[in-house]
């Protein structure tokens, strides 16, 4: 009896190896595919993008235009709650399928999709500053179809940013 248990735990361990390895294997593929696109597009439009880094290392997929540079430098932590204003497309598209228009929500920076997390503060945006992120999937959505939103699985979003305060 424990060696029919024994046999039964290695094999779904194995399994859930797999799968993993699987996962992993296919959302580094999705990261080559968004990070060619990105690339693609930046340069198709000749924008004067910059690629957001985290430390010294080239590991993201978020790309920061500053279109505004704005005026007072703000300490923005985790549960800093930031007034924006924004619009999101997503890239290559002129259909928006988020905006704030006149109404300027409030977010907790540690609530928003890491896109966002990582390009704020890649961007070193200031109050009053404008940028525009061009974020890979995997700091989206990733591989989830987003319906309420329009948006496809894997989509690559582009978002104009302006931010308006920083309380904290």
């Not at 009896?1 to 779904?12: H, K």
């Not at 580094?28 to 696109?37: E, F, R, V, Y």
């Not at 974020?135 to 179809?145: C, D, H, I, L, T």
Request: net charge positive.
């Amino acid at each position: 009896m424990n060696r029919v248990f024994i046999i039964c735990l290695c094999v779904l361990v194995f399994v859930g190896c797999k799968k993993s390895d699987s996962a992993i294997a296919e959302a580094q593929a999705q990261a080559k595919i968004d990070d060619q696109l990105i690339q693609d597009y930046i340069s198709k439009n000749n924008l004067n993008a910059t690629k957001v880094m985290r430390g010294n290392a080239d590991t993201t997929g978020i790309w920061y235009i500053n279109t505004t540079t704005g005026t007072e430098n703000a300490l923005i932590n985790s549960s800093s709650l930031l007034t924006l204003g924004y619009a999101g497309r997503q890239m290559g598209s002129s259909t928006v399928f988020a905006q704030t228009n006149t109404f300027h929500p409030a977010f907790h920076f540690g609530d928003m999709i890491r896109g966002w997390q990582y390009g704020i503060l890649g961007s070193k945006i200031r109050k009053g500053g404008k940028i525009r992120l061009l974020v890979a999937s995997r700091y989206a959505y990733g591989p989830y179809e987003q319906r309420s939103l329009g948006l496809s699985a894997n989509a690559i979003l582009d978002f104009d940013i302006e931010l308006f305060d920083v309380t904290n």
